[in-house]
């Protein structure tokens, strides 16, 4: 059976069809349907301060319950660091990099790439518009996070 996900209003994270409080950020408001934006769901992999294989099983854990969700993009903040060179964010970078998550992932851009300016947000713009609605100010030019574009359907 699909799980039945709409959009909390206050984080615009998904919440269960009859959960009555969001999970992520406790708001008890009135869930929504976005038919016209795509869902979009964040996974925040330095909370806590977690070790680097605590911080991929995090991740790896969230896919998993994304299954059979209508999830396309994945915000995943990952640091950058304190040198600009954080163990999570290269260790997530390089399994992403190297087909880990292939069969899930279609395409990623790098937070430092999403600048108006760059051709690479200008390329993930014209092959997605719609993502435009879901881009937070602080998402552009980020380099402690990565979006991830899913494949339609998310399978295992």
Sequence with gaps: MKNTFLI????????????????????????????????????NLESGLPRVEEAMQRFENQLEQLTGS????LHVIHGQGSQGEGRI????????QHGRWHQIISAYYFGEHLKASHTTYQFLIKQYPAIKSVLK???MGNPGITILILHAKITH
């Design 8 to 43: 909390c209003a206050m984080c615009g994270n998904p919440r269960r069809l009859l959960e009555k409080i969001c999970p992520f950020c406790g708001e008890k408001d009135v869930l929504h349907e976005q038919k016209n934006h795509w869902d979009y769901f964040t996974i």
């Design 70 to 73: 209508s999830i396309r993009m």
């Design 89 to 96: 964010k290269k260790a997530f970078r390089e399994a992403m």
């Design 137 to 139: 100010p602080e998402m």
